[in-house]
């Protein structure tokens, strides 16, 4: 099979970044708390990060050591 050839699904995976990115408003507007911004920003997150690492089933690289930004 080429690779030029497009999986089926390759055009739902498309729309759905752009439904994923749209529905932040309504979530952030009429379910999360308005004085607690961190929290909200976790719960924003959360999900997702979860989901990401049930795929890809590694935790991210440490971005810390040696490195420092002072």
């Known amino acids: 099979m080429s690779s030029a050839v ?5 055009p739902w995976l498309t729309a759905l ?3 994923i ?5 309504v979530v952030t ?11 909200s920003a976790a719960l924003r997150t959360l999900p997702v990060g979860l ?4 795929w890809l089933r ?6 810390g050591g040696e490195k420092s930004f002072c």
């Open 6 to 10: 497009s999986r089926w699904y390759d």
């Open 17 to 19: 970044a752009p439904l």
């Open 21 to 25: 990115w749209g529905s932040t408003y």
């Open 29 to 39: 507007t009429e379910f999360l708390p308005p004085d607690v911004p961190l929290l």
């Open 51 to 54: 989901l990401m690492l049930l």
């Open 58 to 63: 590694q935790l991210p690289a440490g971005g």
